[in-house]
């Protein structure tokens, strides 16, 4: 029901490419929304926020909740369709998570306010072919409260965008 209001054009007027699911509904809900071609599955597997460490740091037989997520995922969907949300402020994990998901994308928020740092995104997360969606938006849309509000946020944006580029550049990528 939920997918095809997301996937299904025809039936909602909506057409998304892809969605942020929560792992904890199981398999039968997250193959639900699997089930339209082309689309794309990102699975909440280890989250930027503090609390954070309540349950994705769990320890269980195969290792890390978070791990176990993205190995049990990854048994659902390949990395042409399943992606992960690996927030920005966990960083020194990324190696760790490439060990897992070594060619699927990774969602990365926190870059910005939240604190995360590109450059360590970057260093030890991207892929020969980058396999970041790097997001940033508190620092960008509250890049200043006054009348200079869309200049603010155009330089932050920029300024976010370039470092990017850099990296790229330094990964020869671009």
Request: include cysteine; aromatic fraction near 12%; charge should be negative.
């Amino acid at each position: 029901m939920y997918a095809k209001a997301f996937f299904n054009e025809d039936a909602s007027g909506m057409s998304f490419d892809a969605i942020t699911v929560s792992p904890y509904m199981g398999q039968d809900t997250v193959n639900s929304y699997l089930s339209y071609p082309g689309k794309w599955v990102i699975l909440l597997a280890l989250t930027s926020s503090a609390g954070s460490k309540d349950f994705q740091y769990l320890e269980t037989n195969q290792g890390f909740l978070y791990e176990t997520v993205i190995q049990k995922a990854n048994t659902w969907a390949g990395a042409d369709r399943m992606m992960f949300v690996v927030g920005a402020t966990k960083s020194t994990e990324f190696t760790n998570i490439r060990k897992f998901a070594p060619d699927n994308f990774l969602l990365v928020p926190g870059v910005g306010a939240q604190g995360g740092n590109l450059e360590e995104v970057c260093r030890y997360g991207m892929t020969k072919d980058c396999g970041l969606i790097v997001n940033a938006s508190r620092s960008i849309i509250y890049a200043s409260n006054g009348k200079d509000f869309a200049e603010a946020a155009g330089a932050e944006a920029l300024k976010i965008q370039l470092q990017m580029e850099n990296e790229l550049e330094k990964a020869g990528i671009i």
